[in-house]
């Protein structure tokens, strides 16, 4: 399984970014995906995750309202939609996928969401 993130920039408080994740590979073995984010100086920590057949979604607090995670299972990309964005939200997003049959979680890159005050 192959993750590449898209969709990164700089963007003013307040504004919105939509963050791509394609994937590739076997990916009918993909399971659970989500965003995690890693700002500068701290822990990575989770920001959304979804089910493989998008019935179930779940958010980290600082962002419930705000953010939104999907799945188009056919064009084999993940989608973050972030809006009313905050300084706080400054971080190097990415996204993972989970195989259960390999036991094992996969990354990609990340892409960096700056967002200035």
């Known amino acids: 399984v192959h993750l590449v993130e898209s969709g990164g920039g700089l963007v003013q408080a307040g504004g919105s970014l939509r963050l791509s994740c394609k994937f590739s590979?076997?990916?009918?073995?993909?399971?659970?995906m989500g965003w995690h984010r890693q700002a500068p100086g701290k822990e990575r920590e989770l920001v959304a995750v979804?089910?493989?057949?998008?019935?179930?979604?779940n958010y980290a607090d600082s962002v419930k309202g705000r953010f939104t995670i999907s799945r188009d299972n056919v064009k084999n990309t993940m989608y973050l939609q972030m809006n009313s964005l905050k300084p706080e939200d400054t971080a190097v997003y990415s996204c993972?996928?989970?195989?259960?049959?390999?036991?094992?979680?996969?990354w990609g890159l990340g892409t960096r969401v700056t967002v200035s005050s």
């Open positions: 993972n996928a989970l195989v259960r049959t390999e036991g094992r979680r996969y």
């Open positions: 590979g076997t990916t009918s073995s993909i399971n659970t």
């Open positions: 979804i089910s493989s057949g998008s019935d179930s979604t």
